[in-house]
């Protein structure tokens, strides 16, 4: 069955960095986009970025655009979610995600297939 782990999720100071992992299993990674979400606490669901199969295109939220960077490594079937310069309104729980369909525009949480089981994300001041 499909499983995408979270792992770097932590507690940072706000301008500081957190990588995030995900690890796929029981698909075929390399054919799929993939993209992260978030929530924060009393909020919907929000997207944050995300890539396509390849790793040749990749969109991003205007709240994090300059300042997150999504990657893949097919290999090793793990795409990443590198955050800089956090601030504290980045606090969440961040979800890895698997699109239905191909990205050509955000994609509503109504649209994901699959998700992980999350990471938290915490930004003091």
């Known amino acids: 069955q499909v499983q995408l782990v979270e792992s770097g999720g932590g507690l940072v100071q706000a301008g500081g960095s957190l990588r995030l992992s995900c690890a796929a299993s029981?698909?075929?990674?390399?054919?799929?986009?993939m993209a992260w979400f978030r929530q924060a606490p009393g909020k919907e669901r929000e997207f944050v970025a995300g890539?396509?199969?390849?790793?040749?295109?990749?969109y991003y939220s205007d709240s994090v655009k300059g300042r997150f960077t999504i990657s893949r490594d097919n290999p090793k079937n793990t795409v990443y979610l590198q955050m800089n310069s956090l601030k504290p309104e980045d606090r969440a729980v961040y979800y890895c995600?698997?699109?239905?369909?191909?990205?050509?525009?955000?994609?509503?949480?109504?649209?994901?297939?699959?998700w992980g089981q999350g990471t938290q994300v915490t930004v003091s001041s």
């Open positions: 995600a698997v699109p239905k369909f191909r990205i050509t525009e955000i994609p509503r949480s109504a649209e994901i297939d699959y």
């Open positions: 029981g698909f075929a990674f390399k054919n799929y986009d």
């Open positions: 890539i396509n199969w390849t790793g040749s295109s990749t």
